[in-house]
């Protein structure tokens, strides 16, 4: 049986002091652009090239550092996955609530 090679990915949260801000919070949540980090020295649409040049080909993107929720930001994001040859694995959401007794369509809505 042939050996499957190690596919490797990187998540933005490991370079959250490169990055440096945190956007995008959900209800009740962190401060969008909060400089949480400090002010970072690369922005996440250069993330993709950026991992490449290591060798890794996919990336995990943790849901504060999606700058933007339009089609536009998302857009110029899958071009720079494209152009650098990465794939998004996951898109890692770890903020809000869907089972809040209350708010939960708000934070349903907010996770779409």
């Known amino acids: 049986m042939p050996v499957r090679p190690i596919v490797i990915a ?6 959250h002091r490169t990055i440096g801000q945190a956007v995008g919070a ?4 962190t401060d969008p ?16 090239a950026a991992v490449a040049r290591h060798g890794i080909r996919r990336l995990q993107l ?7 929720r339009d089609k536009a930001w998302f857009g110029e994001f899958r071009a720079a996955l494209a152009d ?13 609530d869907i089972s809040h007794p209350v708010d939960h369509r708000e934070h349903v809505a907010w996770t779409a």
């Open 10 to 15: 990187v998540s933005s949260w490991s370079l």
């Open 62 to 68: 943790c849901h504060f550092h999606v700058a933007r």
């Open 26 to 29: 959900a209800p009740g949540g």
């Open 84 to 96: 650098a040859g990465v794939t998004l694995q996951t898109l890692l959401i770890d903020e809000g």
């Open 33 to 48: 652009g909060k400089p949480a980090w400090g002010p970072g020295t690369l922005s996440v649409l250069d993330l993709p």
